[in-house]
């Protein structure tokens, strides 16, 4: 990206960060695939481990930074701007690196809250991206084709009230404005739609991988704690009327858009989603802040995909 983009002087700070993610983490893929590649040794023998852990490595690289592109598209950065990013990290450029960078933080912006609203995006797009997968994996009757795992449903519950609470809690602690609220979760039926569109093309094995990835709970974990820690370094925080959509919300509006871009499907799309939201505990505004304060130290220590930022 040598020559600036002029749509991206209009983004927010925050989708301007996720260029320089994907941007960054291209850079690295190069430098690992031209340079990282292991040396042989001769005591190697076959010695497929080095070159199979730096494939694995790079295929790891690529993944991460295909979840934040698809993130990105979804959220309106502009396909060019993405492609143009991606290119220039293969050419081994960091975003700071590059001439006529576009800032990623706005004059006089925190970097400190700058990087809190970075961890509600990031919770926001796992709840929406979560919301689509649970309700299409259900209609793609996953639940008769492998063998049904209770915990792993209620885990995939639990870890989007979770996640709902870190995102509820950074969004009090930093008073998140109503410009920055329609920002960052109200997604409109055209873009539930596009988010619908992209789940809709994962294949069977995608879908049921990120389904089962957004089930670890590792997830769960790293987002009440994130809430505790959020709570204990704030003792007071803004009194505000905005909160992010609860999962029971979100799981409407992804099976809303499911039916709307396959009407034949719409009877069977509802009732799943209405099956999915009833697993939901019921919607309790910040109690469930409180529960996740409540619960912290009995999961796995191991984090999930992309989690949200704490301080």
Not at 66 to 81: D, F, L, M, R, T
Not at 162 to 191: K, M
Not at 213 to 239: C, F, K, M, N
Not at 277 to 305: K, M, N, Y
Request: overall charge negative; hydrophobic content about 40%.
């Amino acid at each position: 990206m040598n020559q600036p983009l002029p749509e991206l002087e209009r983004l927010p700070s925050w989708k301007v960060r996720l260029l320089e993610r994907i941007q960054n983490l291209s850079a690295v893929h190069a430098r690992v695939l031209m340079q990282g590649h292991p040396e042989y040794q001769p005591h190697y023998g076959e010695g497929h481990i080095p070159i199979q852990s730096w494939r694995a490595h790079l295929r790891a690289l690529e993944a991460d930074r295909g979840e934040i592109e698809i993130h990105a598209a979804a959220v309106g950065v502009p396909s060019v701007a993405i492609a143009a990013a991606q290119a220039a990290g293969q050419r081994g450029l960091q975003w700071d690196e590059v001439s006529h960078a576009v800032p990623t933080l706005r004059h006089g912006e925190d970097p400190v809250r700058g990087h809190m609203v970075d961890g509600i995006t990031s919770d926001v797009w796992q709840l929406e991206h979560m919301a689509v997968i649970s309700v299409e994996h259900r209609l793609r009757g996953f639940d008769g084709r492998v063998a049904r795992d209770a915990g792993a449903d209620a885990q995939f519950e639990a870890n989007m009230v979770a996640l709902w609470a870190r995102a509820d809690t950074t969004a009090h602690v930093i008073g998140v404005t109503a410009e920055e609220a329609s920002q960052l979760w109200e997604r409109d039926g055209a873009g539930w739609q596009h988010l619908a569109g992209v789940v809709r093309g994962y294949d069977d094995a995608e879908l049921h991988e990120r389904w089962r990835t957004y089930a670890w709970p590792g997830i769960e974990h790293e987002a009440r704690r994130g809430s505790d820690d959020l709570v204990l370094a704030h003792q007071t925080h803004a009194e505000l009327d905005l909160a992010p959509p609860t999962p029971h919300v979100l799981i409407h509006r992804a099976t809303e858009a499911i039916s709307t871009i396959d009407p034949t499907m719409s009877t069977t799309t509802a009732e799943i989603g209405s099956a999915v939201g009833a697993a939901l505990p019921d919607d309790s505004g910040r109690d469930w802040v409180s529960e996740a304060s409540t619960e912290t130290g009995h999961r796995t220590t191991d984090s999930g995909p992309d989690p949200g930022y704490e301080l």
